[in-house]
């Protein structure tokens, strides 16, 4: 789903000087709170001046990473609001509430493609498809719960039950992450091995929690939404306990 840029609220509030190619100018708190609920993730540069450290590097990569829009805040006032004091980059996410600081200041190096990698790594969205970067990101989130979506791509019911995940994730912002794993590339059997599971056992539905390294299965049945939201309700209401499985390790990552 393409989100977009703009709304009419900021094109009211934007820099009247704009073009198509410059970035979108926050000029005030609201044109900054409508700017960063217009969609999933997006990123905001809190700069002095365009002269600053880092600002020509966050527009290279935010042409480079296009599925994240950006924009240009500096206006102290706003900076305030939104608890940065000094030039940062933040990246700001729907699906736990999240802003991720880059504090230009704090950061030893700053160019481009280490830009686009911050960019890429914080990318976690309602429905994040898991791979070796994206990892990075949903295990650094505060939210450790993660309701996996095991499902091979290509198969007839894989854009169909990415899209329910996608409707249903918003009802659980902050409490679990809705991960979707692509049981078609090799890669990733180890997650499915994790559940005791093969690519050929799929679609399944499994809740992990990076916290205490449990994990549940969603019994063998339909991958409808109802089915998935009382999985997810009766784990946060602890009645899942007696299907856990205890993992021998600790892990960084499925």
Sequence with gaps: MLFPLLFPLLLST??????????????DLKAAEAFIDSAE???????ESEESRGYKELLDSTKRVTTVPGAICMDKEVWAELGVSSDTIAIFRKADNSQEN????????????????????NEVRYVTEYNQVTAVGLFNSEVK???????????KEFTQL???LAALAPEFTGKLLFVLINGAVKSNLRSLGYFGLTSGDLPRVGIYDGGSDM??????????????????????KGELKAEKQAGAQAKSEL
């Design 215 to 236: 994990k549940w299965l969603l019994p063998q049945g339909p991958v409808s939404s109802e089915r998935v939201r009382s999985f997810c309700h009766a784990f946060l």
């Design 14 to 27: 934007a820099s009247a000087t704009e073009t198509d190619s410059a970035p979108l100018r926050l000029g």
């Design 162 to 164: 990415k899209e329910q």
């Design 41 to 47: 993730v997006v990123v905001v540069g809190f700069f």
């Design 145 to 155: 719960v993660h309701l996996l979506l095991m499902v091979n791509r290509g198969t």
């Design 102 to 121: 880059l504090v230009l200041s704090e950061a030893k190096k700053v160019d481009a493609d280490g830009l686009v990698n911050f960019l890429t790594i």
